[in-house]
């Protein structure tokens, strides 16, 4: 007989995939399903946000899109970064929160080399008139 899986059984997965770092394999042992079965109970995580495009709710599709701060509509489809959002809905105190972040690391060393580049190309061109 096949076993058929609960309201019970769908919250306790959601809890434990949405709470925890172990992996799907890991989950899908514990709860005694397959991981297709198990990702068939994982309910998006609601970000808090609301759609720029059609004011639905934006919310995480799996955990490496929660990680990476990708939220999605559930009405309209669109995805972006969490970040752009939160910008786009006036919540400046993401500004704040994005200077550690590897993508804001990633830029202002880019920005950087830049300006050194840009400097010596300068110095270059100033040192030539004499």
């Known amino acids: 007989m096949a076993s058929t899986t609960t309201d019970h059984d769908a919250e306790r997965a959601n809890e434990l995939y949405w709470g925890s770092d172990r992996s799907v394999n890991e989950l899908a042992e514990d709860l005694d399903l397959s991981k297709g079965a ?16 059609c004011a639905g709710g934006m919310s995480y ?10 939220v999605t509509c559930e009405g309209c489809g669109l995805e972006e970064e ?13 500004l704040h929160e994005s ?5 804001a690391t990633r830029t202002l060393v880019g920005t950087a080399l830049l300006g050194v580049a840009a400097g ?11």
Not at 123 to 129: K, M, P
């Open 38 to 53: 198990l990702y068939s109970l994982i309910r998006p995580l609601p970000a808090g946000l609301e759609c720029p495009e």
């Open 61 to 70: 599709a799996n955990r490496t899109a929660r990680d990476r701060g990708y």
């Open 82 to 94: 969490e970040a752009l959002v939160r910008i786009e809905s006036g919540d400046a105190s993401v």
């Open 99 to 103: 200077v550690g972040s590897p993508a």
């Open 120 to 130: 010596f190309v300068l110095a270059r061109l100033v040192g030539r008139g004499d």
